[in-house]
């Protein structure tokens, strides 16, 4: 899934594309634009998004979402750590006990083909209807992706690194610090990366479906009682919060794996 | 790695299963005793209550419901997905155009734009396909295209050479040649459809396996909810290891 580097292109293609995908967005949003506010589309369940973001600002500036917002991010935050720590050594110990690995593989492969939210009520019951089952759902979505990833990275660093570790005669500390984790981190970085992606969906999605606070609950409740414009408002926050979060992440990555590419092609 | 290299012979392999679902029905009976029957019941009490489940009369109504609903979202995942996959492939720039926003779409959290799905289709099972389809969709596309994107030079030669029309060559050269690929999309495009449907049943909704799931929260049942998310769990799984094995299939054949 991963695209050419960027650097393959020739520069004027590669603005020429980024042109056409801003342009792509700015039609869509003006034809929404437009459709609403000629009344193409119903009005009053798809509001234009020029109010849209006037509502998100409002919002924004009035700071009456703020403990949800915290909340929401709180407990994605807890989530991704947990995630990340458990996951990272979950995927040493598969890399170092390949018997084992046999043996879950078939888990590894289907873990992500079960729609994870069936287990958020068996939580709830488990842990109260708290926090705590935010925190859980998210941290089961993402470790398994760490622990993957990690495994991968693990897996691929170049057998001559691991050759020249031994010739240097260093320890099995030196060697993780200076050779494995190295050579292995844009792959445990795309752990990191898909780990934040989804303790998001899950935290958020949780708290959508059944929980008392939180982003997810506030949208929930604004579409529950009509009203469209916090919905909205909401909505935009978080599109565009989650979005620059992704983007960042999603930058780092490409830079880490180009990096890679170039020490390979030296 | 020496073990991990050298396949496993088949009655390995089946050992292998076996170890697992052991570990898996020990971990479960450990944890049932651990939080108590009444919070998590453990496997046997559980396989009891799938069987008082599945007999009972509304059941069906519900699993045809989201049957229904499943079926339809993942039929136009699969065809959608492909055709614009297709579409995009095929034509390298729009391609460019539109790879990093279906990346961008594949990772936010779409359940937050539920209320959207359900004020443009109302209440009822279009809203819950239109999710479902908006969920499986997007990794369809994105595997068709990238396989498209890198068939070898020959098979593109050879349409040129044969004139083919977009159709003949869609049909006859650029799907068999993708197949593997669109098969992988399949495999995460139906665990996401299924995802997104049985979510658009948690909320606002009064039928489906989903619906089900809710109100066993709302009395506080905690058999049930089980016994339904190993059935959810069996279900997936299966579909899931069923799908790898074709992949792997035509990649050897490939």
């Not at chain 1, 019951?125 to 990275?153: H, I």
Request: with cysteine; aromatic share 10%; glycine share 8%.
């Amino acid at each position: 899934m991963t695209a050419l580097p960027g650097s393959l292109q020739p520069a004027w293609l590669k603005h020429r594309v980024v042109a056409l995908r801003l342009l792509v967005i700015a039609g869509c949003v003006l034809l929404l634009e437009a459709g609403s506010r000629l009344g193409w589309i119903n009005p009053v369940s798809f509001i234009p998004p020029s109010k849209m973001l006037l509502s998100a600002i409002e919002l924004l500036v009035k700071g009456s979402f703020k403990t949800d917002i915290w909340l929401t991010l709180s407990a994605a935050s807890i989530a991704v750590l947990l995630a990340v720590l458990f996951g990272f050594l979950f995927g040493v110990i598969l890399f170092k006990l390949p018997r084992l690995r046999r043996v879950l593989d078939p888990l590894l492969l289907s873990y992500y083909a079960v729609p994870i939210f069936v287990l958020y009520p068996m939580l709830i019951v488990l842990l109260g209807l708290n926090r705590w089952p935010l925190v859980a759902l998210g941290f089961l979505f993402a470790v398994v992706a760490m622990a993957v990833n990690t495994l991968n990275g693990l897996e691929r660093v170049p057998a001559v690194l691991l050759r020249t570790a031994r010739m240097l005669r260093m320890g099995r500390i030196d060697e993780l610090r200076l050779i494995t984790l190295p050579a292995s981190l844009p792959f445990v970085f795309t752990g990191i990366k898909l780990a934040v992606v989804y303790s998001f969906i899950a935290v958020i999605g949780g708290e959508f479906v059944l929980s008392g606070a939180g982003f997810g609950y506030q949208i929930a409740y604004a579409y529950n009682n009509f009203d469209n414009p916090t919905m909205y408002g909401l909505m935009t926050l978080l599109l565009l919060f989650v979005g620059t979060i992704n983007l960042l992440l999603h930058m780092a990555e490409q830079r880490l794996y180009q990096r890679r590419v170039l020490k390979e092609l030296t | 790695m020496n073990s991990p290299n050298a396949l496993p012979t088949a009655a390995q392999r089946w050992g292998d299963v076996v170890l697992l679902l052991l570990g898996i029905l020990g971990c479960w009976a450990l944890a049932s005793w651990f939080f108590g029957p009444t919070i998590l019941p453990g496997p046997f009490s559980t396989f009891k209550q799938v069987r008082i489940e599945v007999s009972d009369a509304e059941f069906a109504d519900h699993l045809t419901e989201t049957g229904l609903a499943f079926g339809a979202a993942l039929c136009i995942s699969l065809f959608g997905g492909m055709a614009i996959g297709l579409l995009l492939g095929a034509r390298r720039l729009a391609g460019d155009v539109f790879e990093p926003l279906l990346l961008a779409l594949y990772s936010i959290p779409k359940i937050a734009l539920y209320p959207v799905v359900l004020l443009i289709f109302g209440l009822g099972i279009s809203a819950k396909i239109a999710f479902g389809a908006i969920h499986g969709i997007i990794p369809m596309v994105i595997f068709t295209m990238t396989a498209i994107r890198n068939l070898r030079p020959v098979h593109l030669r050879s349409i040129r050479a044969h004139r083919l029309t977009a159709w003949q060559a869609a049909v006859h050269v650029l799907i068999p040649a993708a197949l593997p690929e669109i098969v992988a999309g399949l495999r995460i495009g139906f665990s996401l459809t299924l995802l997104g449907t049985l979510l658009g049943e948690m909320f606002a909704s009064q039928r489906g396996i989903g619906h089900l799931l809710m109100r066993a929260i709302d009395r506080n049942d905690a058999p049930t909810i089980v016994a339904l998310a190993l059935m959810l769990f069996l279900f997936a799984t299966a579909v899931s290891l069923g799908l790898l094995q074709w992949d792997k299939k035509l990649r050897r054949a490939a």
